[in-house]
């Protein structure tokens, strides 16, 4: 992978990661307060979900 591709997917997570507050930004505060509301291991369990997630979809992709 070169440097052009790791901008290239560092330019699409900001684009899927701002779209929630642009489009809806009242919802997106409703859910931001709630995950302020969970425990510290639920959100480091969500957080190890989305990375494995993220490396099975990478590998099966490659």
């Known amino acids: 992978m070169d ?5 290239l997917a ?5 684009i899927i990661e ?3 507050p642009f489009a809806t ?5 409703k ?3 709630q995950i302020l509301q969970l425990k510290d291991e639920q959100i480091r369990f969500f ?3 989305c990375v494995l997630f993220g490396v099975a979809l990478l590998w099966i992709l490659s």
């Open 10 to 14: 560092l330019a699409l997570v900001l």
């Open 47 to 49: 957080g190890l979900c």
């Open 18 to 20: 701002g779209f929630l």
């Open 3 to 7: 440097s052009h591709t790791l901008w």
């Open 25 to 29: 930004p009242a919802q997106w505060r």
């Open 31 to 33: 859910m931001f307060l």
